[in-house]
């Protein structure tokens, strides 16, 4: 199984095995302290500079080590993620938001309560197998925040 952490010398994604007490990055050979075996991590974006932190989750707050800003860590589970209904870009956001603009395409996902795009339902009120298109659109005003990251949770770009 494998873990991802920040590197400490250029802020890259690093995916290490489970396990490990160091993790040296290819890209600028810094070598990062893994957390020990056990320890949850979550991840925010800083609200100073917009880079992504890693931190051990129950953090009520977290110290951006780029801008400085001490930002307020959300509650445990509070941030769910969907793709994109219109170019399937992964989108992160608030969990409970009804829907989640995508800052890529500036499509509108609906979203249900456990993150996930609605199940479609027949005329007489029974769920169906077959999935039917989002009931999204497209709109250019958003009531909701919008984070966008990339497969190895680079942020792409971030709206509100």
Same mark, same amino acid.
């Given at each position: $199984?494998?873990?991802?952490?920040?590197?400490?010398?250029?802020?890259?994604?690093?995916?290490?095995?489970? &396990?490990?007490?160091?993790?040296?990055?290819?890209?600028?050979?810094?070598? #990062?302290?893994?957390?020990?075996?056990?320890?949850?991590?979550?991840?925010?974006?800083?609200?100073?500079?917009? #880079?992504?932190?890693?931190? #051990?989750? &129950?953090?009520?707050?977290?110290?951006?080590?780029?801008?400085?800003?001490?930002?307020?860590?959300?509650?445990?589970?509070?941030?769910?993620?969907?793709?994109?209904?219109?170019?399937? @870009?992964?989108?992160?956001?608030?969990?409970?938001?009804? *829907?989640?603009?995508?800052?890529?395409?500036?499509?509108?996902?609906?979203?249900?309560?456990?993150?996930?795009?609605?199940?479609?339902?027949?005329?007489?009120?029974?769920?169906?197998? @077959?999935?039917?298109? %989002? $009931? *999204? @659109?497209? #709109?250019?005003?958003?009531?909701?925040?919008?984070?966008? !990251? !990339?497969? %190895?949770?680079?942020?792409?770009? %971030?709206? %509100?």
């Amino acid at each position: $199984m494998q873990s991802q952490i920040v590197c400490s010398g250029c802020r890259s994604i690093l995916v290490y095995p489970k &396990g490990a007490s160091n993790v040296c990055c290819v890209l600028c050979n810094a070598v #990062t302290s893994a957390p020990p075996p056990g320890m949850e991590i979550t991840q925010l974006i800083c609200g100073g500079c917009r #880079t992504l932190l890693m931190h #051990t989750r &129950g953090a009520a707050k977290v110290k951006c080590t780029c801008c400085h800003t001490v930002n307020l860590a959300p509650v445990a589970n509070q941030i769910a993620h969907v793709n994109c209904a219109n170019c399937g @870009t992964m989108l992160m956001y608030p969990y409970g938001a009804p *829907s989640v603009k995508c800052a890529v395409c500036l499509y509108i996902t609906n979203v249900n309560t456990n993150g996930r795009v609605p199940a479609p339902v027949q005329p007489n009120g029974t769920a169906t197998s @077959t999935l039917i298109p %989002s $009931m *999204s @659109t497209e #709109t250019p005003h958003s009531y909701n925040q919008t984070v966008v !990251d !990339d497969e %190895s949770g680079k942020l792409l770009s %971030s709206s %509100s």
